[in-house]
Structure formats: structure tokens, C-alpha cells
T-cell receptor
Framework: KAGVTQTPRYLIKTRGQQVTLSCSPISGHRSVSWYQQTPGQGLQFLFEYFSETQRNKGNFPGRFSGRQFSNSRSEMNVSTLELGDSALYLC???????????FGSGTRLTVV | GENVEQHPSTLSVQEGDSAVIKCTYSDSASNYFPWYKQELGKRPQLIIDIRSNVGEKKDQRIAVTLNKTAKHFSLHITETQPEDSAVYFCAASRTGNNDMRFGAGTRLTVKP
């Protein structure tokens, strides 16, 4: 079966712009989580969605937001981009909220 | 929230030797502890996980041990091979609450 699909794979944006990233989970998976990965900070938890509701949120400013659709696909949005937002954004899905994440390949965002 | 610490940050071993990576967690309610392997330029992949109702789990050359009293868990890789070279991440969460937090990662290098 298809894995977790993230689009786009690469993105270059200018400071102040906004960006939307997409994540399609494995078919049947209802939980989708987002992480920011940077060389210095590792994997930082952004938020988790389950049944179209945000269930958990990490320590990121309000510029980072997300949503989940009825088909479990999820999007995350970053507004007013800053240079420090440059990172690999990873999405992970699981069937329930019992663990067993599968990660996508990520979207590499570069802010210039 | 949960805080996971991981040691060492880098580890170099000779092929055939064993490697041990240790993690501690802060939330005594955490009961699910996965380990992920991330090769350069690739997505993190789940290699083994353990739940709090068991103290040890093995899968071929890989084993994980859990000490709930001390709130620490470890990854053991025996008979290391060059293809084991990667960054390894530990994580912790409560089942039913997919708020999974990751350690900072350990870069393992296996020298042939």
C-alpha cells in the first residue's frame, strides 16, 4: 500500500510569505502528526490531528497552524515566514493514537 | 509535557562490536517507547518499539530494554554492520495521546 505522501518535496520562499504543506496519510490511518526537523533541534513536535480535530500542540508560535480533512489528509500552514523556519517538515501517520508512526519523506522548506 | 533526553549524541564502533544508546523520559505516564533509524537524506523509520507492560524486546540484532522505575530505556545493537550507520532517535508517548516527543538523536558510525 502507498506510504505517507508529502507535497511538495522542496520549497523556497521569501521572508514574510506564507506556505502550505500537504500530507496524505496511509490509507486507513486517522492520526496525523507534524514535526519540524533541523540539524540543531532534532525532531520538534508541531501538532497532531485525529478525526479532523487538533489533539495536541507543541511549543510553536501561532504562525504555525494546521488542519485535517474528512479523508484524513492534513495541511500545515506557516504564515509570515522567518529565516529560522527553514527546516525539513515531516508528517507521520498512524491508524489510531496508540503509536506506530510511519513518516513521510518530508518537505524541505528554505526561507530566503 | 514529556521531555526525552538521549545519550550519547555520537557513537563510533568497530564492525562486529555492540552499540548501546540510552534515553530517559520525564512523564511517568508515558507507556510507549519507539526507536527510529534515519539514514542520510531519508525518512525516519521505525525499527523497534516497546510498551510499558514488558521489560525487554528483541528483533534479531536489535533489542530494547525498559526500566519504568528509573524512567529510562535503551537500544542495543549487536554485531554491528556498516549499514547500521545512521542517526537513531528514541521517543516516548502515552498511548491514546499521540503527543510523541523525540530525543535529540544519536549519530552511529560503524567502521569497517
Amino acid at each position: 500500500k502507498a506510504g505517507v505522501t508529502q507535497t511538495p518535496r522542496y520549497l523556497i520562499k521569501t521572508r514574510g510569505q506564507q506556505v502550505t504543506l500537504s500530507c496524505s496519510p496511509i490509507s486507513g490511518h486517522r492520526s496525523v502528526s507534524w514535526y519540524q526537523q533541523t540539524p540543531g533541534q532534532g525532531l520538534q513536535f508541531l501538532f497532531e490531528y485525529f478525526s479532523e480535530t487538533q489533539r495536541n500542540k507543541g511549543n510553536f508560535p501561532g504562525r504555525f497552524s494546521g488542519r485535517q480533512f474528512s479523508n484524513s489528509r492534513s495541511e500545515m500552514n506557516v504564515s509570515t515566514l522567518e529565516l529560522g523556519d527553514s527546516a525539513l517538515y515531516l508528517c507521520a501517520s498512524s491508524f489510531s493514537r496508540e503509536g506506530g508512526y510511519t513518516f513521510g519523506s518530508g518537505t524541505r522548506l528554505t526561507v530566503v | 509535557g514529556e521531555n526525552v533526553e538521549q545519550h550519547p549524541s555520537t557513537l563510533s564502533v568497530q564492525e562486529g562490536d555492540s552499540a548501546v544508546i540510552k534515553c530517559t523520559y520525564s512523564d511517568s505516564a508515558s507507556n510507549y517507547f519507539p526507536w527510529y533509524k534515519q539514514e542520510l537524506g531519508k525518512r525516519p523509520q521505525l525499527i523497534i518499539d516497546i510498551r510499558s507492560n514488558v521489560g525487554e524486546k528483541k528483533d534479531q540484532r536489535i533489542a530494547v530494554t525498559l526500566n519504568k522505575t528509573a524512567k529510562h530505556f535503551s537500544l542495543h545493537i549487536t554485531e554491528t554492520q556498516p549499514e547500521d550507520s545512521a542517526v537513531y532517535f528514541c521517543a516516548a508517548s502515552r498511548t491514546g495521546n499521540n503527543d510523541m516527543r523525540f530525543g535529540a538523536g544519536t549519530r552511529l558510525t560503524v567502521k569497517p
